[in-house]
Protein backbone atom coordinates (compact mmCIF):
# COMPACT_ATOMS: atom_id res chain seq x y z
CA UNK A 1 0.00 0.00 0.00
CA UNK A 2 1.63 3.24 -0.88
CA UNK A 3 1.35 6.60 0.82
CA UNK A 4 -0.82 8.35 -1.75
CA UNK A 5 -3.78 6.02 -0.78
CA UNK A 6 -2.60 5.23 3.29
CA UNK A 7 -3.34 9.48 3.19
CA UNK A 8 -6.70 9.21 1.15
CA UNK A 9 -8.03 6.56 3.83
CA UNK A 10 -6.68 8.57 7.13
CA UNK A 11 -8.03 11.71 5.55
CA UNK A 12 -11.35 9.84 5.18
CA UNK A 13 -11.28 8.07 8.58
CA UNK A 14 -10.87 11.71 10.80
CA UNK A 15 -13.25 11.78 13.43
CA UNK A 16 -14.15 15.23 14.86
CA UNK A 17 -15.02 15.99 18.16
CA UNK A 18 -17.68 18.73 19.19
CA UNK A 19 -15.45 21.11 19.79
CA UNK A 20 -14.29 21.67 16.08
CA UNK A 21 -10.44 21.81 16.89
CA UNK A 22 -10.06 18.06 18.06
CA UNK A 23 -10.24 15.47 15.48
CA UNK A 24 -9.21 11.85 16.28
CA UNK A 25 -7.20 9.52 13.98
CA UNK A 26 -8.55 5.92 12.72
CA UNK A 27 -6.86 3.26 10.26
CA UNK A 28 -9.15 0.29 9.53
CA UNK A 29 -10.28 0.47 12.90
CA UNK A 30 -7.56 0.97 14.77
CA UNK A 31 -6.96 4.59 16.65
CA UNK A 32 -3.55 5.64 15.78
CA UNK A 33 -3.90 9.32 18.22
CA UNK A 34 -5.38 12.72 17.87
CA UNK A 35 -4.61 16.16 16.03
CA UNK A 36 -5.56 19.46 18.02
CA UNK A 37 -5.82 22.91 16.18
CA UNK A 38 -4.12 25.50 18.52
CA UNK A 39 -6.67 28.04 19.32
CA UNK A 40 -3.79 31.16 19.00
CA UNK A 41 -1.95 30.88 15.87
CA UNK A 42 -2.25 28.07 12.71
CA UNK A 43 -0.39 25.36 14.03
CA UNK A 44 -1.38 21.65 15.04
CA UNK A 45 -0.50 19.46 17.98
CA UNK A 46 0.07 16.16 17.05
CA UNK A 47 -0.54 13.23 19.82
CA UNK A 48 0.04 10.21 18.85
CA UNK A 49 -1.17 6.70 20.68
CA UNK A 50 -0.28 3.30 21.25
CA UNK A 51 -1.55 0.87 23.59
CA UNK A 52 -3.70 3.83 25.24
CA UNK A 53 -0.70 6.30 25.83
CA UNK A 54 0.62 8.67 24.43
CA UNK A 55 3.74 8.13 22.97
CA UNK A 56 5.03 10.93 21.00
CA UNK A 57 4.11 14.45 20.76
CA UNK A 58 4.54 17.18 17.71
CA UNK A 59 3.27 20.56 16.24
CA UNK A 60 3.06 20.87 12.67
CA UNK A 61 2.18 23.20 10.39
CA UNK A 62 -0.79 22.33 8.61
CA UNK A 63 -3.47 19.76 8.70
CA UNK A 64 -1.96 18.03 5.62
CA UNK A 65 1.17 18.04 7.22
CA UNK A 66 -0.94 16.67 10.87
CA UNK A 67 -2.62 14.09 9.03
CA UNK A 68 1.01 12.69 7.10
CA UNK A 69 2.90 12.65 10.44
CA UNK A 70 0.46 9.11 10.95
CA UNK A 71 1.35 7.29 7.56
CA UNK A 72 4.51 5.64 9.09
CA UNK A 73 1.49 4.36 11.68
CA UNK A 74 -0.74 3.61 9.35
CA UNK A 75 1.75 1.19 7.26
CA UNK A 76 2.53 -0.62 10.06
CA UNK A 77 -0.93 -1.34 11.36
CA UNK A 78 -1.64 -2.11 7.79
CA UNK A 79 1.25 -4.60 7.61
CA UNK A 80 0.26 -6.15 10.98
CA UNK A 81 -2.95 -6.70 9.82
CA UNK A 82 -2.37 -7.96 6.24
CA UNK A 83 -0.08 -10.84 8.38
CA UNK A 84 -3.50 -12.01 10.02
CA UNK A 85 -5.87 -12.03 6.99
CA UNK A 86 -4.76 -12.29 3.58
CA UNK A 87 -6.04 -9.85 1.51
CA UNK A 88 -6.48 -9.96 -2.00
CA UNK A 89 -6.85 -6.22 -4.32
CA UNK A 90 -9.32 -6.85 -6.88
CA UNK A 91 -10.44 -3.47 -9.40
CA UNK A 92 -9.19 -1.09 -5.92
CA UNK A 93 -11.63 -2.85 -3.92
CA UNK A 94 -10.55 -4.96 -0.96
CA UNK A 95 -11.41 -8.31 0.16
CA UNK A 96 -10.82 -10.42 3.30
CA UNK A 97 -10.36 -13.55 2.46
CA UNK A 98 -11.07 -15.91 5.31
CA UNK A 99 -8.20 -18.45 5.65
CA UNK A 100 -8.86 -22.26 5.11
CA UNK A 101 -10.02 -24.74 7.77
CA UNK A 102 -7.93 -28.20 8.09
CA UNK A 103 -10.61 -29.91 6.36
CA UNK A 104 -11.05 -27.36 3.55
CA UNK A 105 -7.24 -28.40 2.40
CA UNK A 106 -7.46 -31.67 2.95
CA UNK A 107 -10.42 -31.61 0.59
CA UNK A 108 -8.18 -29.46 -2.34
CA UNK A 109 -5.53 -31.92 -1.43
CA UNK A 110 -7.37 -34.80 -3.01
CA UNK A 111 -9.52 -32.97 -5.66
Known sequence: MNKFCVMTE???????????????IWFRGIYLGQIVHCQYGKSWMVFKESDACVTDCN??????????????DAI??????????????INGFILVVPKKSLWQKFKDIFK
Request: with cysteine; proline share 7%; charged share 20%.
Open 10 to 24: LQRCVETWSNGRTKD
Open 76 to 89: KAFEKESLNNPITN
Open 59 to 72: VAPNYSSAIASFIP
